[in-house]
């Protein structure tokens, strides 16, 4: 294994609230994790921050409108919460602000329409939002910027294909959108938009269709990972997917060794690292495992801790963080992040 190569787990103080579908922000070396469900799938106003460097959980006031799923980023020193799912199971169009100089909440204007399942960038110090699935079930295409100083909502081009569920990636001044869900069928649907020429193009399509496939990416290339198969009685797929950016084209890796989806999933040290997710075996899981785009090969890293599906992940400083998720019929506030470069795997709390 080579020096460089991740593959220690390091556990840190276990968050206050054990929840699912809980969403991290991180700014000036504090994780913030916002909303999530309960164990009875009931959505949650907990608000809390980890203190990244003096290892210590604070609870902070609760998020005004109870939320799962919900999409955040931050801008400045606040943080902009919008969408996700209500007490209600519907889609929201409410957008909380939380300035973590005054430690206050405050209501911004609302969406266009209330959403769940959209991704959320930050472009120009504007918040930019795509897609997303409305009250009605049906998937959008959306495209819109929010000004936080101005707290104005614009609407942008729209976005060629209706979907929601996407991830979205902004590399030199493009925001790609891949993947994503109409209803409950997988798109293999890739689109990009241009802001220097305000204009989207459609890109080769994602090679086989997935819903529950994670996206990372490395500036230069962009990866697809797993999922659960278009036929869901094919189970969970292992195929791993990348896209070279300059050359505008898809190529089929050699295959994860284990079929899952729903897992964490970062780049350390140029390596991709997939950790936990769900498999076919109908459970959580806690391999880990770690892809080398140079050498085209898999290795196999330190189990997680604990085994994690559905739960919040976020990269920073070159580790990747695992907070709460589900496992085994229990809901989790452990807490371990990825390391790069130590040399043994402390235990469990």
């Given amino acids: 294994m080579a020096a460089t190569e991740p593959r220690q787990w390091e556990i840190h103080l276990p968050m206050p609230s054990k929840r699912v579908f809980a969403t991290p922000v991180i700014l ?7 909303g999530g469900c309960d164990m009875r799938g009931k959505p949650l106003a907990n608000f809390e921050m980890y203190d990244l460097k003096a290892n210590t959980w604070t609870a902070l006031p609760g998020i005004p409108t109870k939320r799962a ?37 405050t209501v911004g204007e609302s969406m266009r329409e209330s959403l769940l ?37 614009k609407s942008l081009p729209p976005m060629p294909t209706e979907r929601y569920a996407t991830f979205s990636f902004l590399i030199d001044n ?19 938009f241009d802001f220097s020429s305000n204009e989207w193009e459609t890109l080769p399509n994602i090679p086989s269709k997935r819903v529950f496939a994670m996206y990372v990416t490395d500036d230069m290339h962009i990866f697809s990972v797993g999922g659960l198969n278009q036929k869901a009685e ?28 729903d897992f964490a999933i970062g780049m350390i040290a140029g390596k991709i690292v997939c950790a936990g997710g769900f498999g076919n075996l109908g459970r959580p ?22 085994s994690h599906s559905s739960c919040a ?13 589900l496992s085994l019929q229990e809901l989790f506030s452990s807490f371990p992040s990825f390391l790069d470069g130590c040399h043994n795997i402390m235990g469990p709390n």
């Fill in 69 to 105: 799923g919900a999409a955040a980023v931050a801008v400045g020193k606040k943080i902009i919460v919008l969408g996700g799912v209500s007490e209600t199971q519907k889609p929201l169009d409410s957008v909380e602000i939380f300035d973590t100089d005054t430690n206050e909440w």
């Fill in 234 to 261: 094919d189970g969970f797929s292992n195929i791993l997917e990348c896209y070279n950016i300059v050359e505008n084209s898809w190529v089929t890796c050699p295959p994860m060794p284990t079929k899952r989806g």
């Fill in 28 to 34: 000036n070396d504090k994780l913030y994790v916002i």
């Fill in 285 to 306: 899981l806690s391999v880990v495992e770690c892809y080398d785009p140079t050498s085209g090969t898999w290795s196999t890293l330190s189990d997680i801790p604990s």
């Fill in 174 to 192: 493009q925001l790609y959108v891949i993947g994503g869900r109409q209803g409950k069928l997988p798109v293999d649907v890739f689109e990009k």
């Fill in 117 to 153: 399942g959209v991704p959320a960038t930050v472009h120009d110090g504007n918040v930019i939002v795509v897609g997303g699935m409305a009250a009605d079930g049906n998937p959008r295409n959306y495209f819109m910027s929010y000004d936080v100083e101005k707290n104005v909502w």
């Fill in 313 to 325: 992940y976020t990269m920073y400083d070159g580790r990747l963080y695992i907070i709460g998720g």
